[in-house]
């Protein structure tokens, strides 16, 4: 998977005309090797150019942790008391390309940033975004099948945690358990937030003391990491009888989401999809009560490109990963979100996995 991935990744880096990609620690240098790091003071950084093997500049100490991830390419290391910078371009300028284009990881600290030119001055910069986002859009099987896993996981995980939900559980109590889930079908809890009643009605509040009370609404919007794909599920249900204003507004959603399911294929415009879930919530009068847009891709990270919200003209293509999220929340009541992660064909879309609902029942 990671040979396919390099591969595109150098013939959109000779479309973009450029002659290497910089990268430093965060999610575009793991997807680019492989390599799992994080951004401290001391220089670590992957040269991938675009007609050979990556090389990974990194201090001497780590080496062996990463040559036990590195898959292709080679390591060059710098000690503590020697400036990494220098080495990064001595290694540009053996290269080649040091006086040519170069596309700069766009999250990179301008302090780095004035380093890196000091050292190749005469180089021309631009964003590796055109690059990696554009690569990191269109999924590949291998990828789509860990997301699904990865969905799996995060939906069964949820249900279970409802399902043992009672009445005198704090929200943070409950937020153990679904993470305890996760962590023992993934290895890793990526994030789990779990509202009850009121607290419902606030979109992503995060979990507090408030215990369950007879027949309130639960919301736990959950997923876990699962081989550095994440999962994103949110389900609606309640801890006892649902109401009949609950059911109602819970049926909106899910027609709303339905809605979006239908028309996310390839061909379609991403605001297109907002708008369908949109309407529907709209036309049975409570348009003002969606309060945010319908979803975003889902990836390596959480919130990726493409997002689903009106503005976005970007074409849908097959392989696009995202998720279809509508909600309706009534402020001092409750509110119902019901998140599926789906993936784009090019007649119709996907479930990633189809996450049960109206488990209440």
Not at 287 to 297: A, I, Q
Not at 324 to 351: A, H, L, Q, S, W
Request: proline fraction near 4%.
């Amino acid at each position: 998977m990671l040979e396919e991935r390099q591969q595109r990744l150098k013939d959109l880096m000779k479309n973009n005309g450029s002659d290497c990609l910089l990268l430093f620690p965060g999610v575009d240098l793991f997807y680019s090797t492989g390599l799992e790091t994080h951004a401290s003071e001391r220089l670590t950084t992957a040269i991938i150019p675009a007609d050979t093997d990556p090389i990974i500049i990194c201090p001497s100490f780590e080496k062996t942790r990463l040559e036990r991830g590195l898959q292709t390419g080679t390591i060059r290391t710098w000690e503590e008391d020697e400036n990494p910078f220098e080495l990064l371009g001595k290694t540009l300028q053996e290269l080649g390309v040091n006086q040519k284009q170069i596309a700069l990881d766009n999250k990179l600290w301008f302090e780095w940033f004035l380093k890196v030119r000091e050292q190749i001055p005469k180089a021309t910069f631009v964003d590796a975004k055109a690059i990696v986002q554009a690569s990191r859009l269109i999924k590949s099987e291998g990828e789509i099948s860990l997301l699904r896993e990865a969905t799996k996981i995060a939906a069964t995980s949820i249900k279970d945690t409802i399902a043992e939900a009672e009445v005198g559980m704090t929200e943070l109590e409950i937020v153990k358990i679904v993470s305890d889930k996760l962590s023992k079908a993934s290895g890793t809890t990526a994030f789990a937030t779990v509202q009850s009643g009121p607290n419902t009605a606030i979109p992503h509040a995060g979990p507090s003391e408030r215990k369950i009370e007879k027949n309130d609404v639960l919301l736990i919007d959950a997923g876990p990491k699962y081989k550095g794909y994440l999962g994103d599920i949110t389900m609606t249900s309640v801890v006892g009888e649902p109401s009949e204003k609950f059911k109602k507004i819970y049926e909106i959603v899910y027609q709303a989401n339905r809605a979006a399911f239908a028309v996310a294929k390839e061909g379609t415009i991403a605001e297109d999809v907002d708008k369908a879930a949109r309407q529907v919530i709209t036309k049975e009068g409570f348009g003002k009560y969606f309060t945010h847009r319908l979803g975003h891709g889902i990836g390596i990270e959480v919130h990726e490109d493409p997002y689903m919200v009106s503005g976005n003209k970007l074409v849908l293509k097959e392989g696009m990963c995202h998720t279809i999220e509508p909600g309706i929340y009534i402020e001092g009541e409750f509110g119902v979100r019901i998140e599926d992660d789906v993936v784009v064909r090019k007649d119709n879309c996907e479930f990633l996995y189809e996450a049960p609902r109206r488990i209440w029942e």
